[in-house]
Nanobody, 118 residues
Framework: QVQLQESGPGLVKPSQTLSLTCTVSGGSITTNNYFWSWIRQPPGKGLEWMGAMRYSGTTACSPFLKSRISVSRDTSKNQITLQLSSVTPKDTAVYYC??????????WGQGTLVTVSS
């Protein structure tokens, strides 16, 4: 059974780069037809899809974040990494990684709270 675990700093200062890692176990991030997505939820707000790494190694990112976001992978570690630059307090949120397949977002990590504050 695939499991996802997000990790990274819980506190980031404004203007810095937020970096999170999603470690996948129980399955390979290169398995055909799977996407590995980053999604966030600011306090009191809805879910926001940020970007995804396709099994093939290509990426897709939200046009609203395109200038600030980078999604990469380390196949040797079975990890997906999110980087978000020039953060502001508006980027404070619970960040999730999720596996997307034919049924949509099938498996979610537990999420990690990132607070942007000086």
């Amino acid at each position: 059974q695939v499991q996802l675990q997000e990790s990274g700093p819980g506190l980031v200062k404004p203007s810095q780069t937020l970096s999170l890692t999603c470690t996948v176990s129980g399955g390979s991030i290169t398995t055909n037809n799977y996407f590995w997505s980053w999604i966030r939820q600011p306090p009191g707000k809805g879910l926001e899809w940020m970007g995804a790494m396709r099994y093939s190694g290509t990426t897709a990112c939200s046009p609203f974040l395109k200038s600030r976001i980078s999604v990469s992978r380390d196949t040797s570690k079975n990890q997906i990494t999110l980087q978000l630059s020039s953060v502001t307090p508006k980027d404070t949120a619970v960040y999730y990684c999720a596996k997307e397949g034919a049924l949509g977002l099938e498996v979610w990590g537990q999420g990690t709270l990132v607070t942007v504050s000086s």
